[in-house]
Every structure is written in structure tokens, then in C-alpha cells.
């Protein structure tokens, strides 16, 4: 039976491209893990650098992603708060320097990311846009290379340990787990996630990740079929080995199951997430 997993999805980066650089937010918890994550990413000889998640409205971290600066372009993989509620004392800070979102609400002078594959203009970094619905119905990933070297920005899609909830109603299971196969292309390149140490190798975790949906829904159909009639009960079943004061996190996901499962069988698992 798979149990709760809190390790890495696979191994960590050795190293990361002297163009990357981390700051992380001072917001640790227990969805958070560390903190949130926030990149810049500045090409060798380039003035201007590329963030990606200005992170919570924090004062002492906004000033030090200002001190980065110049900075020509701020991208968002997706709308939860502690990735972007500071976005708009950043982009004060910076001048009105572009905020970039696929949700528009999360959008500052500039157009909404939406086209997969967009070239984003990275201020000579190669910033190409990997639209990965799942964990919410927004989130996205950046793949950026300059010259021989890539990494992928993966945002909750991956995290640097553990797994992430599928935040239902807005994030669809059956959508993460396309991205997630989407996401297992990226073979041999770094994944550089929302949360936690960076990860050696994208597609590893991607597919790790897969393995553990996989398995994780298997349960979810043995605890429906062995009773379980509503998805706290799921989850009691489920997540038995998690702390009790993440049910709420987990009961997320495992709705998010129920409905993946509910179109799979043509409703009931569905009618069963509502009880």
C-alpha cells in the first residue's frame, strides 16, 4: 500500500546553472514546506533578469528580488497566494515592470500567458511556456535554456519533496496526470519547483509521480468498494498514515480522485464525492 511520501521524487541537483539563482520567502509550513520559491534567472553578460513567482506579500523578500534587479519580466505558474500575493508591491517596486499569469486576474501590464510554446522573451534566455493544468486549472511551467543548458520551473506541478494536492474543484485529476505525462519528456533536465530543493531530473519525478497517482487511485477504488461513502471517509482510509491536520489538504485530492473516477465509470464515484 502506498503511504504518505515526503521525500524527494528523485534525486536532488548536484549544481544549477550559475544563470539561476534562489530566493526563498520566509513562509515555511506545512504546505509550503521551506517556503516558496522564488527564481531569477539572468543570462551571462544580460542587464535585465527574468523572475519567476514574486512569492507572498513580504516585505523583506520583495526588497531582496528588488535588489536583483534590473529585472525585465516577472512570470507566475499559477494563482495560489503564496505565489502571488506580492506580485503587486513587486511590480511597484520595479518600476511596472511586466507581471505575466495565465490567469488575467493575475496579470500586470502585460497580455496573459496563453499560447503553449509561447517564446517569452527572456532577456537572452530562451523562456518557452508549458501550459500544465492539474494541480490548479491555471498552472503552468517555463521551460528556459541558454545555450546547452535547460531547466524546467515546474511550480506546485512538481515539488522538490513529497507530492502536491490536486486543488479540486479548480485542479482536475485527470488533467495533472496529463501534464505530469506531458512533464516526463523533459529527460535529464533539472526541475526547479515552487517549493523545496531543486530535483536533478524532471521526467524522473514526473514519472515517479505518475506511478504514485496511479497507485493512490487504486486505493480510492478499494476504500469505495470496501464502503467508504463520502471522501472524508476516503480519506480516513486513504491517508491514515498523514497527519490529521493535512486531512483538509488531502480531502482536496481526494475529491479531485472521486471525479476523475466518476467520468471514468460514467458518475458514481462522482455522486459519491458529493455525500
Given at each position: 500500500m502506498t503511504g504518505h511520501f515526503t521525500a524527494p521524487a528523485a534525486a536532488l541537483a548536484d549544481e544549477l546553472p550559475g544563470w539561476v539563482t534562489l530566493l526563498r520567502a520566509p513562509n515555511p509550513g506545512p504546505m509550503t514546506l521551506d517556503g516558496t520559491n522564488t527564481w531569477v534567472l539572468r543570462a551571462p553578460g544580460r542587464e535585465h533578469a527574468v523572475v519567476v513567482d514574486p512569492g507572498p506579500a513580504d516585505e523583506g523578500h520583495l526588497a531582496a528580488i528588488a535588489a536583483r534587479g534590473p529585472i525585465g519580466l516577472v512570470l507566475v505558474t499559477h494563482g495560489h497566494p503564496d505565489h502571488t500575493d506580492g506580485s503587486r508591491r513587486l511590480h511597484e517596486l520595479l518600476g511596472g515592470v511586466p507581471v505575466r499569469a495565465a490567469d488575467p486576474a493575475h496579470t500586470l501590464a502585460g497580455e496573459p500567458l496563453a499560447t503553449p510554446g509561447e517564446e517569452l522573451g527572456g532577456h537572452g534566455l530562451h523562456v518557452r511556456l508549458v501550459p500544465t493544468p492539474g494541480h490548479t486549472g491555471d498552472s503552468v511551467c517555463f521551460l528556459v535554456e541558454h545555450g546547452d543548458e535547460r531547466v524546467v520551473l515546474t511550480g506546485d506541478t512538481i515539488l522538490g519533496r513529497g507530492t502536491t494536492v490536486v486543488a479540486h474543484p479548480d485542479g482536475h485529476l485527470g488533467d495533472y496526470l496529463a501534464s505530469l505525462e506531458l512533464l516526463s519528456a523533459y529527460r535529464g533536465i533539472p526541475a526547479l519547483p515552487g517549493h523545496g530543493p531543486a530535483l536533478a531530473d524532471c521526467a524522473a519525478a514526473a514519472d515517479f509521480y505518475l506511478a504514485?497517482?496511479?497507485?493512490?487511485?487504486?486505493?480510492?477504488?478499494?476504500?469505495?468498494?470496501?464502503?467508504a461513502s463520502t471522501a472524508a471517509e476516503v480519506v480516513a482510509t486513504v491517508y491514515a498514515d498523514v497527519d490529521r491536520s493535512l486531512w483538509w489538504a488531502a480531502e482536496w485530492s481526494v475529491r479531485a480522485q472521486l471525479d476523475h473516477l466518476g467520468r471514468e465509470s460514467g458518475g458514481g464515484a462522482a455522486g459519491l464525492e458529493q455525500a
Amino acid at each position: 500500500m502506498t503511504g504518505h511520501f515526503t521525500a524527494p521524487a528523485a534525486a536532488l541537483a548536484d549544481e544549477l546553472p550559475g544563470w539561476v539563482t534562489l530566493l526563498r520567502a520566509p513562509n515555511p509550513g506545512p504546505m509550503t514546506l521551506d517556503g516558496t520559491n522564488t527564481w531569477v534567472l539572468r543570462a551571462p553578460g544580460r542587464e535585465h533578469a527574468v523572475v519567476v513567482d514574486p512569492g507572498p506579500a513580504d516585505e523583506g523578500h520583495l526588497a531582496a528580488i528588488a535588489a536583483r534587479g534590473p529585472i525585465g519580466l516577472v512570470l507566475v505558474t499559477h494563482g495560489h497566494p503564496d505565489h502571488t500575493d506580492g506580485s503587486r508591491r513587486l511590480h511597484e517596486l520595479l518600476g511596472g515592470v511586466p507581471v505575466r499569469a495565465a490567469d488575467p486576474a493575475h496579470t500586470l501590464a502585460g497580455e496573459p500567458l496563453a499560447t503553449p510554446g509561447e517564446e517569452l522573451g527572456g532577456h537572452g534566455l530562451h523562456v518557452r511556456l508549458v501550459p500544465t493544468p492539474g494541480h490548479t486549472g491555471d498552472s503552468v511551467c517555463f521551460l528556459v535554456e541558454h545555450g546547452d543548458e535547460r531547466v524546467v520551473l515546474t511550480g506546485d506541478t512538481i515539488l522538490g519533496r513529497g507530492t502536491t494536492v490536486v486543488a479540486h474543484p479548480d485542479g482536475h485529476l485527470g488533467d495533472y496526470l496529463a501534464s505530469l505525462e506531458l512533464l516526463s519528456a523533459y529527460r535529464g533536465i533539472p526541475a526547479l519547483p515552487g517549493h523545496g530543493p531543486a530535483l536533478a531530473d524532471c521526467a524522473a519525478a514526473a514519472d515517479f509521480y505518475l506511478a504514485h497517482r496511479r497507485a493512490r487511485l487504486d486505493q480510492v477504488r478499494a476504500a469505495v468498494a470496501g464502503g467508504a461513502s463520502t471522501a472524508a471517509e476516503v480519506v480516513a482510509t486513504v491517508y491514515a498514515d498523514v497527519d490529521r491536520s493535512l486531512w483538509w489538504a488531502a480531502e482536496w485530492s481526494v475529491r479531485a480522485q472521486l471525479d476523475h473516477l466518476g467520468r471514468e465509470s460514467g458518475g458514481g464515484a462522482a455522486g459519491l464525492e458529493q455525500a
